[in-house]
């Protein structure tokens, strides 16, 4: 059985073999271009500050939200208390974290960057958004900005 020659944009990236019936499935595309981000976020993140994408995550979220709670992060990463707190057990002998108890709440914790953990999490950041520029330099700003809002919007489906 002889297929129909492939247009470009319906070959795998590497390896030029024919993406036929995953082509159009959300979750191998978002998978192929995860191979991309996972390797600048190596290249200019996780090698220089020897963090990991979750831990980038939780410092950026603790910088943006402060006072927050480990349930807080829990629920805004879809995981459970206990793994997110062993996350931090991580980053806090680093010195990039602290935890305060609650003045109203003795059984919670809230979670504050430290000055260190502010700098690195800010250099972060702004090589990261360094490199999805270079990742995304073929598409206008247009695309660009249309692709984070309609990603945004499949992620919040979690909210239903």
Known sequence: MSREPCTPNELTPQGGLSEAGVHRVLGY???QATILTT???VRVVGK???LR??????L????DNPP???TGLAKALAMTVPGVTIWLDRLE????IVRERSQTDRRASHLKLTREGGVLVA???????EADRELLQDLSEGEQAMLLELLHKVAAARRR
Do not use: C, S, W, Y
């Open 29 to 31: 595309q978002l998978a």
């Open 39 to 41: 390797e600048a976020f």
């Open 48 to 50: 220089p500050f020897d």
């Open 53 to 58: 994408p979750v831990e980038f995550t939780i």
């Open 60 to 63: 950026q979220l603790i910088r």
């Open 68 to 70: 927050v709670t480990v």
């Open 93 to 96: 002998p680093r010195g990039l």
């Open 123 to 129: 250099q972060a950041l702004t090589r990261l958004l």
